[in-house]
């Protein structure tokens, strides 16, 4: 009988990858309910089709995976050669027959899964470095992959909504992305109220707090709303400021 349990015993770790594992149910439910000739259709993000996005999905999966190697071996395997590269692998696979594509999808998320479970708790510690050139603990690339499938399973634009998103996903990724904004100075002038969750705004409360003659652009509205225009999908949902343009993210 095979051993399909996790090797980590970390409970924040173990609670990270069922996120993920549900994660991955939601994509996969969303591609699975689109035959083979919508696939050809416009996804949610400018100039990919949702084959692009099908393609882009699976090659992240063997891109994480080689991390995952990476920590195993100690030698380095990055997730991609080069942006150049990543992006001709996914112009291919979007010339993939609909078969294929399916079957890459499929394969390279159970591979991945597969991976992190025989994962030795030591490991989980180990710094590999993301396609950005930043330096994470192996850890993250749970993380990272959560990001994807349930975002992406929205962009597919068959029905997956921002708001069926987790709760806490949601929370962890409008962190990243102010986290981003603050890094790079972006988010200047920038008032972001999260209804009913005073805890999540931006500015933060206690730093340079919402100064009238600073502030250049409230936004507002609930989690999913902000998330969804915060990540570039659209304010439409927003109570205020579905207008302003948000800085960029990725
Ligand atoms: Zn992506």
């Known amino acids: 009988m095979v051993d399909r349990s996790d090797r980590t015993r970390d409970p924040g770790l173990l609670e990270e990858l069922l996120t993920v594992r549900r994660g991955t149910a939601f994509w996969h439910r969303a591609v699975q309910t689109l035959d083979d000739g919508e696939l050809d259709a416009p996804s949610l993000l400018e100039g990919w089709t949702r084959r692009h996005l099908i393609a882009h999905v699976g090659y992240n999966a063997r891109a994480i995976g080689r991390l995952v190697l990476w920590a195993e071996t100690d030698e380095e395997h990055p997730m991609y050669a080069s942006p150049e590269e990543r992006a001709r692998e996914i112009d291919l696979g979007a010339t ?32 590999v470095k993301t396609a950005q050139g930043r330096l994470v603990p192996l850890r993250e690339t749970v993380w990272m992959r959560t990001r994807e499938v349930w975002l992406h399973a929205v962009d597919l634009d068959n029905g997956a909504r921002v708001a069926d998103i987790p709760e806490h996903v949601l929370e962890r990724l409008l962190g990243d992305i102010v986290g981003v904004w603050a890094g790079r100075g972006t988010d200047q002038g920038l008032t972001i109220q999260v209804e009913g969750r005073a805890d999540l705004g931006v500015p933060a409360e206690g730093t340079n707090g919402p100064d009238e003659a600073t502030t250049k652009a409230t936004v507002r509205g609930d989690l999913p ?8 999908r659209g304010g439409a949902r927003l109570t205020e400021g579905a207008e302003v343009v948000p800085p960029r993210w990725i």
């Open 225 to 232: 709303a902000v998330v969804s225009w915060a990540s570039g």
């Open 96 to 127: 993939l027959p609909a078969r294929a594509l399916r079957h890459l999808n499929h394969h390279a998320a159970v591979s991945l899964d597969v991976e992190w479970r025989d994962t030795p708790e030591e490991l989980w510690s180990y710094r």
